[in-house]
């Protein structure tokens, strides 16, 4: 295949652009910037589009060379191909998957669209392999430490096997793994398969479990239903039990059977009796009613009774008292009140009599009080004293020339004589008089006095007699008021009696002159029925309790039951029926056992429905990852033998062709050359014993070594019909000797395809020309 | 009275735990019981006189004493409407049944574990039938009952139809539903729904669950209503799922990358269940042909559909559009690979593992394989 021209509409930023190319080996100048790694991105995005943007990458590629004027992307490119001239025109959109390609065969006019990867048809590789075997960009800056070299080296191996930059056989088999181990571990003991299939296996358990355990609780539900049929015939027999117990007690009951026969036979007997002729039944309340009406009635009576005999008690007192008639006392009392009138006249007249004289007495008391008050000049006494005192003062001094002595003498003499002044004593003779002279009046006073007492007393009795008068006064009108009044009281009760009387006959719709005593026998006999009645009741009552709840007819059935002898042995039946009791308690307490382990044991036993159901899906996901298991398994094994028919296929070819083109880069410098599987590579010199890995060789040598490499694996791996090779400034690390040697390596390797090595480097083109080798300027 | 209008439901398994849901087990665990509650007011809007439950109604005897005191509630609400339930292999009537011992509303009639009838008399209707006693229930060969030719005569049964009376779940044989002399058997257990079907007199039909639960059990549930009497089965089946399950193919091959994938999936889903699509219980399948170089993360998918869908998961069914022959001639390993596993596939066309193989291996090439625990 060989590419014959490009045009580039607009790429980057190159428009409207034409290269020609021809076969063999050709130079492509420009300077920097003149476009050139445009050109090859140019081609290989006509070829395999331009991808996704890759990780390290801060813009696309398709970013980049969009063209700066903002029109879209596109160009031409003519090539051949298996003898055939096509050309592929493309318009860069938004995506590889969205640009429009079509490829025409120039000689049928034909033209078609086709996938955006269409170098992969044509070639046959991958865009990895493209760019890393018949693409060749600058080689990455080898640095000198190993790591660097050993990523080149791995590099290279990726890109022969899988045509990716980025993906080695390791990564592959390493995804493939990564999904299987999750599944399955290596040591088969962990994986998410491995845990779906124990809890199948624990779910399968557990529907064994839960059948065991509903085995157990049928056997249990059975037990119950059991235990119940038991109970159903303990209480059959306990219900037998008791009918002969009753029937035996029946026979003990008989007495009282016949006393309840007796007592009903006689209750309707009374009952009859207290029917009246109207059908009415006198009944308690019924009797009630009249015994109140009797009540009443005997009480109006009994108030008549005692009204009567008051009214006798009253007449007969009248009579007995010997009292004067109300008008003989009126007289008496008049005169009475004329005496006491004269009385109080008198006594008014003694008692200013007094007030005069108690004036006298007082004035004469004001006089003595005055008299008291009037006292001596001097104290007679205290003065004599005092004089003697002085007296004596002079006499001690004159005789004795006792100073002190007469002093003392006549201080006292002095102190006396002062105080004859102060205490002088009342004048009493003028005093003496005047308290006869009030003697005499207060004895008048006390004579007015007594006599006005006397009179006081006069008026008292006849007050008295007044009062007496008044209230016999009183008293005679009072009684006969009296008399009158409990005679109205008599007549009104008697009117009541009768009333009341002709009421209590007409509600019993008796005749109203019907004879109360009469009545009143009929009724407290009827009373008395009433009461046996009750009393009747009141045992038939505690004995149809003792009975347990009979009517007469079947009192009458038992009692004519009981007549037929049985022979019944009580006591014996009592303790069966005991026993069967227990046996029923204990029965029950058995199924209560057995429910309440129903309810408790079972309680959290899955369904065994449900349990098949969920080991239906889990087996399902089992299934489903084991196949994908083995299925990741096989594509392990199978990648794994690829690597190896890979290896073997590419492995010899691969150092052979490495050498040949290494050699004549190097123009023989080397005898030998080996590629591991990662691509590390040993050269030994031609001369010099031993090989040497690479990456201690110069740059320029690891630059031959690796061209070398990839050009052998693109001629390996291109098939048939060589493709283009595409250099884009591969040699600057070169020396003038080894570019030489290389330039004609170069044109010599492409006689029979076509290689373009793209340049900035003028030497180059001199060097170029002096082989004849074509060079184009750009 | 010619015909009775019933209401039969069966399956509501309230109270079942949906351990496959994850976190949305727990709440999904008692719709069942709002369903239930719509049922009845259904039964109420229809003018249904008589419900009848073929049993399962709880997922087990020990379901929460809330869920059987709202069951009760609910029926005790409904008292012009008979209710009949024939306990089933999950809640079987006996005395860990959570109805045992406990006051039940008039209206409400269980179906003892032996053969019996109820009648109902202003609805000239006799309901037949034994409940469940314990997990397990032998058939029997015959309905101890004679069916009475006066009244209306409904069979309310929790079994399986078999050949013969093998199964432990309470079967009844074709033999037996043609000789029963009943106007209508109600039948549960099978959480399928079957179209009323006819034997001699009788029909017969599974109203099937009235609540999904698994993707076995995908489309509407729900129960039937309708007049059944002497020769009469008019029945129409009203969906009373609060949610669905649907397994649905979705074709990705257009589609560019995850976030186009998962759009494109909302976009159908939303087309082919309308409004209350996002309610639904969805088990997705990519299906289609997709370019070389591109993988669905299943993952991502998942995850941004869960944004919209209540539950989700996706399995990818699609194929990657290899030009094998192509591939084949590559002059690379992955050539070398894809011609060794053609010739596998060769010597064993049905081998689906060696397909499987060629697939995985193909996308560990470019991208990471891996089982998606989703699907």
Redesign the interface.
Known sequence: MKINKIYINAFGGIKDFTLDLSDGFQIIYGENEAGKTTICEFIKSMFYGTGKRTAGQNISTREKYAPWDGTPASGRIYFEHSNRDFFIEREFRKSDSTDKVTITDIATGKSESCPSDIGKTLFGISVGAFEKSVFIGNMPEITADAESSSELNQRLSNAAFTGEDDISYAKILKRIDDARFKLISKSGRTGSCVSDRAELENLTNKLYESENQSVRKQEILKAVKITDEKIKSVDLKLSAASEILSRAKDIENSQKLKEYIELKEKLDDITNKLTLSDGTVADEMFLKKFEFGFSKLDNIKEKIAEGEAELAVLKKAAMRLDTSSPEQINESLLKSQEDLKNLEGEEANKTLECEALNAEIESLNEQIRIMENKKKAVNPVLLIIGIVGFICAGAVYFSTSGVVVSAIIAAAAAILTVLSFVLRPADVSAKNKQAALLSKTQAELKTKKAEILMIQSQKNNLSSQIQSLNLSLNFEIGQQQKVKDLENKLEEKKSAYNEEKHKVMRFFGLPEDTDIESLKETTADLSKKAEQQKQIKLRLLYLDRDLGGISYDEAREKVAAVNSPDDIDIEAQKQAAEKLMAEKSELREAKARLETELKTAFRNIPDPQDLRREIEVYRERVSAKQEFFDAATVAAEVLEQSLIKARQSFGGLLEDETLDIFKGITGGAYDLITVSDRFDMAAEKSNVFGTHGLEYSSRGTKDQAYLALRLAIGKLITGKEPLPVILDDSLSQYDDKRFSLALKFLKSYAEKSQLCLFTCHNAVCEEAEKEEIRVVRI | METVKILHCADLHIG?AQ??LGEKGQTRRFEALITFENILSLAKENSVRLILIAGDLF??N?VERSAVNRVVECISAIPEIQVVFSAG??DPY???SPFFNIKLPDNFHILPDTDSEIYFENLGTRVYGRSF????MSGEARFALEANEQSINIMCQHGEIKSDLSSNYNSITNEFIENSNMDYIALGHIHKRTEPARRKNTYFAYSGCAEGS?F?ELGDKGVYIGNVGKGVCELEFFKTSLRTHESVEIDVSNC?DNPAAAEKIIGELKEKYGDGFADNLYKIILTGDI?DGRFFDLGEITSRLAQTLYFVKVKDNTEVMHDLE?LK??????G??V???LE?IAENPDN???K??????LK????????N?D?
């Open positions: 079942a351990t496959m997922c087990s020990s292999n999950h006996n005395s860990s006693s314990d997990t397990y698994g076995d560019e370019p192509i001639a590559e002059k690379s390993l992955k070398v690979f011609s060794l596993m596998r689906k593992l060696l499987e193989a060629l697939k995985i291996g560990a090439f470019s991208s990471e394989v891996g089982y625990e699907q």
